[in-house]
């Protein structure tokens, strides 16, 4: 089992900065791949970042450039540095991983990001 917690959620004006955590434990591998979503009421979850165990990273275009996902093995923890934050990035956030062995998914239970003046 994996248990993802996330923090560094809240209120933010916009041009500001929020850097989010994922804190990861249980059966977790640094082969794992770990991404950021986010999802607003009544909409599917869509892809913010995403690194692999290898440290690639993937974007969506509404991130490249002000976002900025790492990882830190040794303390299991996944972090997104977002930057420049915009109105249209409010959102709940969410950390995911999957195991690189067979697939399997976990989610945490999400950090709420507000962009708001």
């Known amino acids: 089992q994996v248990q993802l917690v996330e923090a560094g959620g809240g209120l933010v004006q916009p041009g500001g900065s929020l850097r989010l955590s994922c804190a990861a434990s249980?059966?977790?591998?640094?082969?794992?791949?770990i991404g950021w979503y986010r999802q607003a009421p009544g909409k599917q979850r869509e892809l913010v970042a995403v690194?692999?165990?290898?440290?690639?990273?993937n974007y969506a275009v509404s991130a490249k450039g002000r976002f900025t996902i790492s990882r830190d093995n040794a303390k299991n923890t996944v972090y997104l540095q977002m930057n420049s934050l915009k109105s249209e990035d409010t959102d709940d956030y969410y950390c995911?991983?999957?195991?690189?062995?067979?697939?399997?998914?976990?989610w945490g239970q999400g950090t709420q990001v507000t962009v708001s003046s």
């Open positions: 995911s991983l999957q195991h690189w062995s067979d697939g399997a998914t976990y």
């Open positions: 249980g059966s977790i591998f640094s082969l794992d791949v």
């Open positions: 690194i692999t165990g290898a440290g690639n990273t």
